[in-house]
Protein backbone atom coordinates (compact mmCIF):
# COMPACT_ATOMS: atom_id res chain seq x y z
CA UNK A 1 0.00 0.00 0.00
CA UNK A 2 1.29 3.71 -0.52
CA UNK A 3 -0.54 6.74 0.67
CA UNK A 4 -0.20 10.04 -0.31
CA UNK A 5 -2.00 13.42 0.50
CA UNK A 6 -4.13 11.19 2.51
CA UNK A 7 -5.14 9.02 -0.09
CA UNK A 8 -4.48 5.24 -0.49
CA UNK A 9 -3.77 3.15 -3.01
CA UNK A 10 -3.71 -0.93 -3.29
CA UNK A 11 -0.43 -1.79 -5.54
CA UNK A 12 -0.45 -4.36 -7.51
CA UNK A 13 2.47 -4.62 -10.01
CA UNK A 14 1.20 -7.22 -12.24
CA UNK A 15 4.65 -8.38 -13.92
CA UNK A 16 7.66 -8.92 -12.59
CA UNK A 17 10.49 -11.63 -13.04
CA UNK A 18 13.22 -13.68 -11.01
CA UNK A 19 15.66 -14.09 -14.09
CA UNK A 20 19.45 -15.40 -14.32
CA UNK A 21 21.34 -14.37 -16.76
CA UNK A 22 24.77 -15.16 -15.64
CA UNK A 23 27.39 -15.79 -18.11
CA UNK A 24 26.99 -20.03 -16.88
CA UNK A 25 23.80 -19.76 -17.84
CA UNK A 26 23.87 -18.25 -20.86
CA UNK A 27 23.96 -20.92 -24.02
CA UNK A 28 25.05 -18.47 -26.40
CA UNK A 29 25.88 -14.91 -27.34
CA UNK A 30 22.13 -14.13 -28.02
CA UNK A 31 21.76 -14.66 -24.22
CA UNK A 32 23.90 -11.98 -23.30
CA UNK A 33 22.84 -10.02 -26.00
CA UNK A 34 19.48 -10.08 -24.48
CA UNK A 35 20.09 -9.18 -21.00
CA UNK A 36 23.04 -6.63 -22.26
CA UNK A 37 19.39 -4.68 -24.28
CA UNK A 38 17.78 -5.24 -21.42
CA UNK A 39 20.55 -3.84 -19.33
CA UNK A 40 20.40 -0.76 -21.88
CA UNK A 41 16.69 -0.28 -21.38
CA UNK A 42 17.03 -0.32 -17.35
CA UNK A 43 20.57 2.44 -17.62
CA UNK A 44 18.51 4.33 -20.42
CA UNK A 45 15.02 4.57 -18.28
CA UNK A 46 16.09 4.71 -14.78
CA UNK A 47 17.00 7.76 -12.56
CA UNK A 48 20.01 7.86 -11.64
CA UNK A 49 19.73 6.87 -8.21
CA UNK A 50 17.83 3.44 -9.15
CA UNK A 51 20.29 1.82 -11.25
CA UNK A 52 21.75 -1.39 -10.21
CA UNK A 53 25.48 -2.31 -11.66
CA UNK A 54 25.17 -4.89 -14.24
CA UNK A 55 26.32 -7.67 -11.69
CA UNK A 56 23.64 -7.49 -9.46
CA UNK A 57 21.36 -7.09 -12.67
CA UNK A 58 22.49 -10.42 -14.00
CA UNK A 59 21.04 -11.89 -10.63
CA UNK A 60 19.19 -10.78 -7.89
CA UNK A 61 17.61 -13.76 -6.23
CA UNK A 62 14.81 -14.22 -4.12
CA UNK A 63 15.43 -12.15 -0.71
CA UNK A 64 16.20 -9.06 -3.06
CA UNK A 65 13.22 -9.45 -4.87
CA UNK A 66 10.98 -9.64 -1.68
CA UNK A 67 12.75 -6.14 -0.34
CA UNK A 68 12.12 -4.23 -3.57
CA UNK A 69 8.64 -5.40 -4.36
CA UNK A 70 7.34 -5.80 -0.72
CA UNK A 71 9.48 -3.72 1.70
CA UNK A 72 10.43 -1.00 -0.23
CA UNK A 73 8.38 -0.97 -2.87
CA UNK A 74 4.77 -0.13 -1.41
CA UNK A 75 3.60 -3.62 -3.56
CA UNK A 76 0.68 -5.63 -1.85
CA UNK A 77 0.41 -8.65 -4.34
CA UNK A 78 3.02 -8.96 -7.60
CA UNK A 79 2.75 -11.57 -10.11
CA UNK A 80 5.04 -13.30 -11.93
CA UNK A 81 5.54 -13.32 -15.65
CA UNK A 82 8.00 -15.67 -16.81
CA UNK A 83 9.34 -15.40 -20.37
CA UNK A 84 11.69 -18.73 -21.23
CA UNK A 85 13.68 -18.19 -23.77
CA UNK A 86 15.02 -21.28 -23.92
CA UNK A 87 17.52 -20.82 -27.00
CA UNK A 88 18.99 -18.18 -25.14
CA UNK A 89 19.61 -19.77 -21.35
CA UNK A 90 20.82 -23.08 -20.53
CA UNK A 91 18.22 -23.28 -17.33
CA UNK A 92 15.99 -20.58 -19.05
CA UNK A 93 15.77 -16.91 -18.45
CA UNK A 94 13.08 -17.34 -15.91
CA UNK A 95 13.71 -19.34 -12.95
CA UNK A 96 10.68 -21.34 -12.72
CA UNK A 97 11.42 -23.23 -9.28
CA UNK A 98 12.74 -20.63 -7.32
CA UNK A 99 9.94 -18.27 -8.22
CA UNK A 100 7.21 -20.39 -7.70
CA UNK A 101 9.19 -21.75 -4.51
CA UNK A 102 9.03 -18.24 -3.25
CA UNK A 103 4.71 -17.89 -4.24
CA UNK A 104 4.27 -20.95 -1.79
CA UNK A 105 6.23 -19.19 0.85
CA UNK A 106 4.26 -15.73 0.27
CA UNK A 107 0.99 -17.02 -1.08
CA UNK A 108 -0.69 -13.75 -0.45
CA UNK A 109 1.97 -11.53 -1.92
CA UNK A 110 2.79 -13.71 -4.91
CA UNK A 111 1.10 -15.07 -7.98
CA UNK A 112 3.00 -17.38 -10.47
CA UNK A 113 1.72 -17.57 -14.00
CA UNK A 114 3.66 -19.87 -16.49
CA UNK A 115 3.89 -20.08 -19.87
CA UNK A 116 3.43 -22.47 -22.79
CA UNK A 117 4.47 -22.84 -26.26
CA UNK A 118 2.22 -24.23 -28.71
CA UNK A 119 5.06 -25.50 -30.93
CA UNK A 120 5.12 -28.43 -28.42
CA UNK A 121 2.00 -29.46 -30.11
CA UNK A 122 0.48 -32.30 -27.67
CA UNK A 123 3.54 -32.63 -26.23
CA UNK A 124 3.38 -29.11 -24.65
CA UNK A 125 -0.85 -29.34 -24.05
CA UNK A 126 -0.14 -32.48 -21.69
CA UNK A 127 2.80 -30.29 -19.89
CA UNK A 128 0.35 -27.30 -19.66
CA UNK A 129 -2.30 -29.52 -18.34
CA UNK A 130 0.24 -30.63 -15.43
CA UNK A 131 1.78 -27.18 -14.80
CA UNK A 132 -2.08 -25.98 -14.53
CA UNK A 133 -2.67 -28.02 -11.72
CA UNK A 134 0.68 -27.63 -10.26
CA UNK A 135 1.30 -24.06 -9.82
CA UNK A 136 -2.15 -23.44 -10.08
CA UNK A 137 -2.25 -21.38 -12.68
CA UNK A 138 -4.82 -17.93 -13.29
CA UNK A 139 -2.56 -16.60 -15.87
CA UNK A 140 0.21 -17.65 -18.67
CA UNK A 141 2.57 -15.28 -19.85
CA UNK A 142 2.94 -15.70 -24.04
CA UNK A 143 6.15 -15.05 -25.32
CA UNK A 144 5.63 -15.17 -29.09
CA UNK A 145 8.38 -13.95 -30.40
CA UNK A 146 10.79 -17.03 -28.71
CA UNK A 147 12.75 -18.87 -30.94
CA UNK A 148 12.76 -22.55 -30.93
CA UNK A 149 14.71 -24.58 -33.59
CA UNK A 150 14.05 -22.69 -36.62
CA UNK A 151 11.18 -20.83 -35.70
CA UNK A 152 11.45 -17.42 -34.61
CA UNK A 153 7.86 -16.81 -33.41
CA UNK A 154 4.26 -18.20 -33.40
CA UNK A 155 0.98 -16.39 -33.98
CA UNK A 156 -1.78 -16.99 -31.24
CA UNK A 157 -4.28 -17.46 -34.25
CA UNK A 158 -2.44 -20.44 -35.25
CA UNK A 159 -4.18 -23.81 -34.57
CA UNK A 160 -2.00 -25.33 -32.57
CA UNK A 161 -2.35 -22.06 -30.41
CA UNK A 162 -5.77 -22.28 -30.48
CA UNK A 163 -6.10 -25.80 -29.04
CA UNK A 164 -3.90 -24.32 -26.16
CA UNK A 165 -6.38 -21.31 -25.61
CA UNK A 166 -9.61 -23.71 -25.78
CA UNK A 167 -7.46 -25.92 -23.19
CA UNK A 168 -6.68 -23.45 -20.77
CA UNK A 169 -10.51 -22.20 -21.08
CA UNK A 170 -11.07 -25.45 -19.25
CA UNK A 171 -8.70 -25.26 -17.20
CA UNK A 172 -9.79 -22.10 -15.72
CA UNK A 173 -6.91 -20.27 -16.62
CA UNK A 174 -8.35 -17.05 -17.39
CA UNK A 175 -5.59 -14.14 -18.69
CA UNK A 176 -3.50 -14.46 -21.27
CA UNK A 177 -0.37 -12.27 -21.16
CA UNK A 178 1.10 -11.55 -24.61
CA UNK A 179 4.53 -9.99 -24.85
CA UNK A 180 3.70 -7.51 -27.51
CA UNK A 181 7.21 -4.80 -27.53
CA UNK A 182 10.48 -4.32 -28.31
CA UNK A 183 13.33 -6.86 -28.58
CA UNK A 184 12.35 -9.94 -30.62
CA UNK A 185 10.58 -10.73 -33.22
CA UNK A 186 10.28 -13.21 -36.20
CA UNK A 187 11.71 -12.27 -38.99
CA UNK A 188 9.30 -12.48 -42.03
CA UNK A 189 6.10 -11.03 -40.02
CA UNK A 190 5.59 -8.24 -38.08
CA UNK A 191 5.59 -9.36 -34.02
CA UNK A 192 4.68 -6.29 -32.65
CA UNK A 193 1.61 -6.66 -34.92
CA UNK A 194 -1.54 -7.33 -32.65
CA UNK A 195 -3.41 -8.36 -35.51
CA UNK A 196 -3.66 -12.21 -33.69
CA UNK A 197 -4.72 -10.63 -30.22
CA UNK A 198 -7.90 -9.35 -32.53
CA UNK A 199 -8.97 -12.80 -33.53
CA UNK A 200 -8.13 -14.44 -30.46
CA UNK A 201 -10.06 -11.92 -28.69
CA UNK A 202 -13.03 -12.26 -30.99
CA UNK A 203 -13.18 -15.75 -30.54
CA UNK A 204 -12.90 -16.05 -26.88
CA UNK A 205 -14.60 -13.97 -25.19
CA UNK A 206 -13.99 -15.75 -21.99
CA UNK A 207 -10.28 -15.41 -22.16
CA UNK A 208 -8.63 -11.57 -21.00
CA UNK A 209 -5.58 -10.77 -23.08
CA UNK A 210 -3.25 -8.61 -21.14
CA UNK A 211 -1.03 -6.92 -24.13
CA UNK A 212 1.85 -6.31 -22.40
CA UNK A 213 3.79 -2.88 -22.75
CA UNK A 214 0.69 -2.07 -24.44
CA UNK A 215 1.47 -2.76 -28.19
CA UNK A 216 4.82 -0.49 -27.97
CA UNK A 217 6.31 0.31 -30.48
CA UNK A 218 2.89 0.34 -32.26
CA UNK A 219 0.83 1.95 -29.59
CA UNK A 220 -2.31 2.93 -32.44
CA UNK A 221 -2.49 -0.70 -33.46
CA UNK A 222 -3.12 -1.93 -29.93
CA UNK A 223 -5.63 1.01 -29.36
CA UNK A 224 -7.57 0.39 -32.45
CA UNK A 225 -7.77 -3.15 -31.52
CA UNK A 226 -8.30 -2.88 -27.69
CA UNK A 227 -11.29 -0.18 -28.87
CA UNK A 228 -13.40 -2.83 -30.05
CA UNK A 229 -12.80 -6.18 -28.17
CA UNK A 230 -13.72 -5.47 -24.32
CA UNK A 231 -11.54 -8.41 -23.03
CA UNK A 232 -8.67 -6.74 -24.27
CA UNK A 233 -5.98 -4.60 -21.39
CA UNK A 234 -3.37 -2.76 -21.29
CA UNK A 235 -0.09 -3.68 -19.39
CA UNK A 236 2.11 -0.62 -18.50
CA UNK A 237 5.54 -2.48 -18.49
CA UNK A 238 8.28 -0.55 -20.41
CA UNK A 239 6.13 1.93 -20.78
CA UNK A 240 5.73 3.28 -16.69
CA UNK A 241 9.64 4.22 -16.68
CA UNK A 242 8.77 6.83 -19.44
CA UNK A 243 7.22 8.91 -16.60
CA UNK A 244 10.70 9.96 -15.89
CA UNK A 245 12.65 10.54 -19.09
CA UNK A 246 9.88 12.13 -21.01
CA UNK A 247 6.98 13.03 -18.97
CA UNK A 248 5.09 14.35 -21.81
CA UNK A 249 5.27 11.21 -24.20
CA UNK A 250 3.90 8.86 -21.26
CA UNK A 251 0.99 11.71 -20.58
CA UNK A 252 0.37 11.09 -24.28
CA UNK A 253 0.34 6.89 -23.85
CA UNK A 254 -2.22 7.20 -21.05
CA UNK A 255 -3.91 9.81 -22.52
CA UNK A 256 -4.81 7.73 -25.61
CA UNK A 257 -5.04 4.34 -23.53
CA UNK A 258 -7.52 6.07 -21.43
CA UNK A 259 -9.81 7.39 -24.93
CA UNK A 260 -9.65 4.13 -26.83
CA UNK A 261 -9.85 2.25 -23.78
CA UNK A 262 -11.29 3.07 -20.39
CA UNK A 263 -9.69 3.21 -16.72
CA UNK A 264 -10.61 -0.46 -16.36
CA UNK A 265 -8.47 -1.72 -18.47
CA UNK A 266 -4.95 -0.35 -17.92
CA UNK A 267 -2.66 -2.45 -15.22
CA UNK A 268 0.40 -0.85 -13.86
CA UNK A 269 3.63 -3.26 -14.20
CA UNK A 270 7.02 -2.47 -12.94
CA UNK A 271 8.83 -5.17 -15.32
CA UNK A 272 10.44 -5.98 -12.12
CA UNK A 273 13.62 -6.20 -12.47
CA UNK A 274 14.15 -4.01 -15.60
CA UNK A 275 12.71 -0.99 -13.11
CA UNK A 276 12.04 -1.33 -9.48
CA UNK A 277 8.51 -0.15 -8.37
CA UNK A 278 9.19 2.16 -5.82
CA UNK A 279 10.12 5.00 -7.72
CA UNK A 280 7.37 4.09 -10.40
CA UNK A 281 4.39 4.06 -7.65
CA UNK A 282 5.71 7.40 -6.27
CA UNK A 283 5.95 9.20 -10.09
CA UNK A 284 2.58 7.79 -10.66
CA UNK A 285 0.72 9.56 -7.57
CA UNK A 286 2.01 12.63 -8.25
CA UNK A 287 1.93 12.32 -12.38
CA UNK A 288 -0.30 14.83 -13.64
CA UNK A 289 -1.58 15.12 -17.38
CA UNK A 290 0.63 18.57 -18.58
CA UNK A 291 -1.88 21.53 -18.63
CA UNK A 292 -1.53 22.87 -22.29
CA UNK A 293 -2.36 19.06 -23.11
CA UNK A 294 -5.89 20.11 -23.71
CA UNK A 295 -6.93 16.84 -25.57
CA UNK A 296 -6.81 14.81 -22.38
CA UNK A 297 -8.75 15.42 -19.22
CA UNK A 298 -6.92 15.39 -16.00
CA UNK A 299 -6.20 12.16 -14.61
CA UNK A 300 -8.24 11.79 -11.26
CA UNK A 301 -7.44 9.69 -7.83
CA UNK A 302 -9.58 7.24 -8.57
CA UNK A 303 -8.29 6.45 -11.76
CA UNK A 304 -4.79 6.17 -10.25
CA UNK A 305 -6.14 3.96 -8.00
CA UNK A 306 -7.70 1.75 -10.87
CA UNK A 307 -4.37 1.37 -12.72
CA UNK A 308 -1.88 0.99 -9.52
CA UNK A 309 -4.00 -2.48 -8.53
CA UNK A 310 -7.53 -2.39 -8.28
CA UNK A 311 -7.64 -3.83 -12.21
CA UNK A 312 -5.50 -6.46 -11.93
CA UNK A 313 -6.51 -7.65 -8.15
CA UNK A 314 -10.13 -7.88 -10.24
CA UNK A 315 -8.63 -10.02 -12.69
CA UNK A 316 -7.22 -12.28 -10.27
CA UNK A 317 -9.38 -12.29 -7.44
CA UNK A 318 -7.20 -10.88 -5.40
CA UNK A 319 -9.11 -9.37 -1.43
CA UNK A 320 -8.24 -5.81 -1.35
CA UNK A 321 -9.48 -3.68 1.74
CA UNK A 322 -12.57 -2.14 1.66
CA UNK A 323 -11.12 1.59 2.86
CA UNK A 324 -8.72 0.96 -0.42
CA UNK A 325 -11.49 0.18 -3.31
CA UNK A 326 -12.87 3.17 -4.85
CA UNK A 327 -15.65 5.03 -3.63
CA UNK A 328 -19.19 3.47 -4.94
CA UNK A 329 -20.74 6.84 -5.91
CA UNK A 330 -17.68 8.24 -7.75
CA UNK A 331 -17.50 5.28 -9.95
CA UNK A 332 -20.83 5.48 -10.82
CA UNK A 333 -20.41 9.27 -11.34
CA UNK A 334 -17.61 7.60 -13.98
CA UNK A 335 -19.32 5.33 -16.13
CA UNK A 336 -22.17 7.34 -16.64
CA UNK A 337 -19.72 10.11 -18.12
CA UNK B 1 34.60 9.78 -54.43
CA UNK B 2 34.07 11.88 -51.52
CA UNK B 3 33.47 10.81 -47.91
CA UNK B 4 31.19 14.08 -47.60
CA UNK B 5 29.20 12.69 -51.28
CA UNK B 6 28.98 9.46 -49.87
CA UNK B 7 27.53 10.47 -46.85
CA UNK B 8 25.44 13.17 -47.75
CA UNK B 9 24.09 10.24 -50.23
CA UNK B 10 22.85 7.97 -47.07
CA UNK B 11 20.62 10.96 -46.19
CA UNK B 12 18.12 8.77 -48.78
CA UNK B 13 18.05 6.16 -46.40
CA UNK B 14 14.92 6.02 -43.87
CA UNK B 15 14.37 3.84 -41.11
CA UNK B 16 10.88 2.98 -42.27
CA UNK B 17 9.46 2.50 -38.66
CA UNK B 18 11.09 5.87 -37.24
CA UNK B 19 10.22 8.18 -40.80
CA UNK B 20 14.20 9.50 -40.27
CA UNK B 21 17.19 9.25 -42.22
CA UNK B 22 19.88 7.03 -40.52
CA UNK B 23 22.38 9.41 -40.72
CA UNK B 24 20.04 11.79 -38.55
CA UNK B 25 19.87 9.12 -36.13
CA UNK B 26 23.58 8.13 -35.89
CA UNK B 27 23.12 4.66 -37.13
CA UNK B 28 25.94 5.24 -39.54
CA UNK B 29 29.17 4.01 -37.20
CA UNK B 30 31.47 4.69 -40.03
CA UNK B 31 32.53 5.47 -43.70
CA UNK B 32 35.80 5.48 -45.39
CA UNK B 33 36.04 5.98 -49.00
CA UNK B 34 39.05 4.29 -50.53
CA UNK B 35 39.63 4.96 -54.37
CA UNK B 36 36.50 3.51 -55.90
CA UNK B 37 35.63 1.20 -52.65
CA UNK B 38 33.52 2.48 -50.13
CA UNK B 39 32.69 1.04 -46.97
CA UNK B 40 29.98 1.47 -44.81
CA UNK B 41 29.40 0.59 -41.07
CA UNK B 42 25.94 0.31 -39.20
CA UNK B 43 25.27 -0.05 -35.84
CA UNK B 44 21.70 0.19 -34.13
CA UNK B 45 19.93 0.32 -30.78
CA UNK B 46 19.88 -3.14 -29.81
CA UNK B 47 21.41 -6.25 -30.90
CA UNK B 48 17.76 -7.39 -31.12
CA UNK B 49 16.69 -4.95 -33.49
CA UNK B 50 13.85 -6.01 -36.24
CA UNK B 51 16.60 -8.44 -38.70
CA UNK B 52 13.86 -7.34 -41.27
CA UNK B 53 14.44 -3.41 -40.66
CA UNK B 54 17.72 -3.65 -40.52
CA UNK B 55 17.99 -5.59 -43.59
CA UNK B 56 15.92 -2.95 -45.36
CA UNK B 57 18.70 -0.31 -44.52
CA UNK B 58 21.80 -1.97 -44.85
CA UNK B 59 20.35 -3.06 -48.41
CA UNK B 60 19.08 0.37 -49.36
CA UNK B 61 22.22 1.87 -47.96
CA UNK B 62 24.31 -0.34 -50.39
CA UNK B 63 21.45 0.49 -52.97
CA UNK B 64 22.34 4.26 -53.37
CA UNK B 65 26.10 3.94 -52.53
CA UNK B 66 26.44 1.59 -55.72
CA UNK B 67 24.32 4.43 -57.81
CA UNK B 68 27.31 7.22 -57.38
CA UNK B 69 28.90 7.98 -60.15
CA UNK B 70 32.71 6.92 -59.41
CA UNK B 71 31.80 3.68 -57.13
CA UNK B 72 32.95 0.65 -58.49
CA UNK B 73 32.25 -0.99 -54.76
CA UNK B 74 30.58 -1.04 -51.77
CA UNK B 75 30.89 -2.97 -48.48
CA UNK B 76 28.14 -2.10 -46.13
CA UNK B 77 28.54 -4.30 -42.58
CA UNK B 78 25.74 -4.04 -40.01
CA UNK B 79 27.90 -4.52 -36.54
CA UNK B 80 26.61 -6.04 -33.35
CA UNK B 81 23.45 -7.02 -33.85
CA UNK B 82 22.13 -10.94 -33.32
CA UNK B 83 21.96 -11.32 -37.26
CA UNK B 84 25.08 -9.48 -38.91
CA UNK B 85 26.63 -12.66 -40.32
CA UNK B 86 23.77 -13.72 -41.83
CA UNK B 87 22.90 -9.94 -43.28
CA UNK B 88 26.19 -9.25 -43.72
CA UNK B 89 26.73 -12.34 -46.03
CA UNK B 90 23.65 -11.54 -47.83
CA UNK B 91 24.92 -8.25 -48.49
CA UNK B 92 28.36 -9.25 -49.89
CA UNK B 93 26.43 -11.68 -52.45
CA UNK B 94 23.60 -9.61 -53.07
CA UNK B 95 21.20 -12.12 -52.13
CA UNK B 96 18.75 -10.09 -51.72
CA UNK B 97 16.04 -10.51 -48.60
CA UNK B 98 14.72 -14.38 -49.61
CA UNK B 99 18.49 -15.33 -50.34
CA UNK B 100 19.69 -13.32 -46.92
CA UNK B 101 17.20 -15.34 -44.70
CA UNK B 102 15.79 -18.53 -46.45
CA UNK B 103 12.55 -20.12 -45.57
CA UNK B 104 11.82 -17.29 -42.91
CA UNK B 105 11.31 -15.04 -45.17
CA UNK B 106 8.29 -16.13 -46.85
CA UNK B 107 7.33 -12.67 -47.32
CA UNK B 108 8.98 -9.37 -49.23
CA UNK B 109 9.73 -6.44 -47.41
CA UNK B 110 7.52 -4.33 -50.08
CA UNK B 111 4.69 -5.13 -48.10
CA UNK B 112 6.46 -4.05 -44.86
CA UNK B 113 7.51 -0.77 -46.25
CA UNK B 114 4.14 0.27 -47.53
CA UNK B 115 3.00 -0.26 -44.59
CA UNK B 116 5.39 2.22 -42.97
CA UNK B 117 5.00 4.25 -45.63
CA UNK B 118 1.51 4.30 -44.85
CA UNK B 119 1.90 5.32 -41.10
CA UNK B 120 4.48 8.02 -41.99
CA UNK B 121 1.81 9.80 -44.30
CA UNK B 122 -1.17 9.29 -41.35
CA UNK B 123 1.45 11.03 -38.90
CA UNK B 124 2.57 13.77 -41.55
CA UNK B 125 -1.05 14.45 -41.98
CA UNK B 126 -1.66 14.89 -38.10
CA UNK B 127 1.07 17.10 -37.74
CA UNK B 128 0.05 19.07 -40.46
CA UNK B 129 -4.04 19.31 -39.20
CA UNK B 130 -3.17 19.89 -35.54
CA UNK B 131 -1.01 22.73 -36.34
CA UNK B 132 -3.75 23.88 -38.63
CA UNK B 133 -5.90 23.46 -35.87
CA UNK B 134 -3.57 25.32 -33.18
CA UNK B 135 -3.07 28.53 -35.51
CA UNK B 136 -7.09 29.05 -36.13
CA UNK B 137 -8.88 28.86 -32.94
CA UNK B 138 -12.05 29.58 -34.17
CA UNK B 139 -11.42 26.05 -36.51
CA UNK B 140 -12.82 22.82 -35.15
CA UNK B 141 -12.17 19.18 -35.38
CA UNK B 142 -15.17 18.83 -37.29
CA UNK B 143 -14.67 20.94 -39.98
CA UNK B 144 -11.24 19.26 -41.11
CA UNK B 145 -13.44 17.40 -43.57
CA UNK B 146 -13.16 20.51 -46.26
CA UNK B 147 -9.71 21.06 -45.67
CA UNK B 148 -7.81 21.08 -48.82
CA UNK B 149 -3.90 21.06 -49.58
CA UNK B 150 -4.41 24.76 -50.59
CA UNK B 151 -5.51 25.63 -47.06
CA UNK B 152 -2.62 24.38 -45.74
CA UNK B 153 0.34 26.91 -44.76
CA UNK B 154 3.45 27.23 -46.75
CA UNK B 155 5.54 25.41 -44.06
CA UNK B 156 8.22 22.58 -43.48
CA UNK B 157 5.07 20.39 -42.02
CA UNK B 158 3.06 20.91 -44.96
CA UNK B 159 6.23 20.00 -47.53
CA UNK B 160 6.72 17.25 -45.75
CA UNK B 161 2.62 16.23 -45.89
CA UNK B 162 3.56 16.40 -49.72
CA UNK B 163 6.39 14.63 -49.69
CA UNK B 164 4.86 11.80 -48.29
CA UNK B 165 1.74 12.19 -50.21
CA UNK B 166 3.84 11.68 -53.11
CA UNK B 167 5.73 8.56 -52.25
CA UNK B 168 2.59 7.03 -51.55
CA UNK B 169 1.40 8.02 -55.60
CA UNK B 170 -1.40 10.18 -53.60
CA UNK B 171 -2.93 13.35 -55.26
CA UNK B 172 -0.96 16.55 -54.54
CA UNK B 173 -2.98 19.05 -55.92
CA UNK B 174 -4.27 21.77 -54.23
CA UNK B 175 -8.17 20.94 -54.13
CA UNK B 176 -6.78 17.56 -52.79
CA UNK B 177 -8.89 17.22 -49.78
CA UNK B 178 -5.88 16.60 -46.75
CA UNK B 179 -7.65 14.23 -44.25
CA UNK B 180 -7.05 10.71 -45.98
CA UNK B 181 -6.77 6.97 -46.04
CA UNK B 182 -4.31 5.49 -47.39
CA UNK B 183 -5.37 5.13 -50.38
CA UNK B 184 -6.12 9.06 -51.06
CA UNK B 185 -10.24 8.36 -50.31
CA UNK B 186 -11.74 11.08 -47.72
CA UNK B 187 -13.35 9.80 -44.50
CA UNK B 188 -17.12 10.42 -44.20
CA UNK B 189 -17.45 13.75 -42.66
CA UNK B 190 -18.78 11.96 -39.09
CA UNK B 191 -15.64 9.97 -38.97
CA UNK B 192 -13.64 12.83 -39.20
CA UNK B 193 -13.02 13.39 -35.45
CA UNK B 194 -12.32 9.57 -34.98
CA UNK B 195 -9.77 9.55 -37.73
CA UNK B 196 -7.95 12.66 -36.62
CA UNK B 197 -7.67 10.57 -33.09
CA UNK B 198 -6.40 7.79 -34.82
CA UNK B 199 -4.03 9.63 -36.86
CA UNK B 200 -2.68 11.41 -33.61
CA UNK B 201 -2.08 8.07 -32.02
CA UNK B 202 0.21 7.05 -35.44
CA UNK B 203 1.86 10.34 -34.46
CA UNK B 204 2.57 10.03 -30.95
CA UNK B 205 3.93 6.37 -31.56
CA UNK B 206 5.82 6.98 -34.29
CA UNK B 207 7.77 10.19 -32.10
CA UNK B 208 8.07 8.35 -28.77
CA UNK B 209 9.53 5.09 -30.53
CA UNK B 210 12.04 7.59 -32.15
CA UNK B 211 13.02 9.25 -29.05
CA UNK B 212 13.47 5.90 -27.22
CA UNK B 213 15.73 4.38 -30.32
CA UNK B 214 17.77 7.50 -30.01
CA UNK B 215 18.36 7.37 -26.68
CA UNK B 216 18.85 4.02 -26.79
CA UNK B 217 21.83 4.26 -29.20
CA UNK B 218 23.50 6.73 -26.78
CA UNK B 219 23.26 4.56 -23.74
CA UNK B 220 24.61 1.33 -26.07
CA UNK B 221 26.92 3.62 -27.95
CA UNK B 222 27.98 6.90 -26.23
CA UNK B 223 30.28 8.06 -28.34
CA UNK B 224 26.95 7.86 -30.97
CA UNK B 225 25.73 11.40 -29.52
CA UNK B 226 28.06 13.11 -31.60
CA UNK B 227 26.54 11.91 -34.79
CA UNK B 228 22.89 12.58 -34.30
CA UNK B 229 21.36 15.58 -35.65
CA UNK B 230 17.91 16.42 -33.54
CA UNK B 231 14.67 15.30 -34.92
CA UNK B 232 12.46 17.92 -36.64
CA UNK B 233 9.48 18.96 -34.26
CA UNK B 234 7.57 19.35 -36.83
CA UNK B 235 4.79 20.16 -34.13
CA UNK B 236 5.39 20.95 -30.66
CA UNK B 237 5.51 17.85 -28.70
CA UNK B 238 2.46 17.52 -27.59
Avoid at chain 1, 152 to 168: A, M, N, Q, S
Avoid at chain 1, 301 to 312: E, M, P, T, Y
Amino acid sequence: MYTKDGDSYFIVDAHVALWDARPENQANIHGKQFIDCFYDYHRNLSPESELWSYEEYLYYGGARLMKDLFQDGYVDHAIFQPAHLGAFYKNGFGQTEEAFALTKQHPDKLTYNHYFDPRLEQAGLDQLRCDAERFGLKGVKLYTAEWRDDSRGYKLDDPWCRRYLETCLDLGIRNIHIHKGPTIRPLDRDAFDVADIDKVATDYTDLDFVVEHCGLPRLEDFCWIATQEPNVHAGLAVAMPFIHTRPRYFAQIIGELLYWLDEDRIQFSSDYALWTPKWLVERFVDFQIPEDMTEYAPLTIDQKRKILGLNAAAMYDLPVPEELQVRRIETQAVSVA
Amino acid sequence: MREHDAYTALHAVFDPELDEPITDLGFVRSLTVDGTEVTVHLRLPTSFCSPNFAYLMASDAKDVLTALDGVSRVHVVLDDHHDSDLINRGLAADAGYRGTFGAEADQDLDALRLTFRRKAHTAAMERALTRLLRENRELTDDRLHDITLADLPDHRTTHALLRRRAALGLDTAPEAPVLVDDHGKPYPREEVPLRLRFARSVRISIDGNAHFCRDLLRTRYPESAADQTPRNQEVHAS
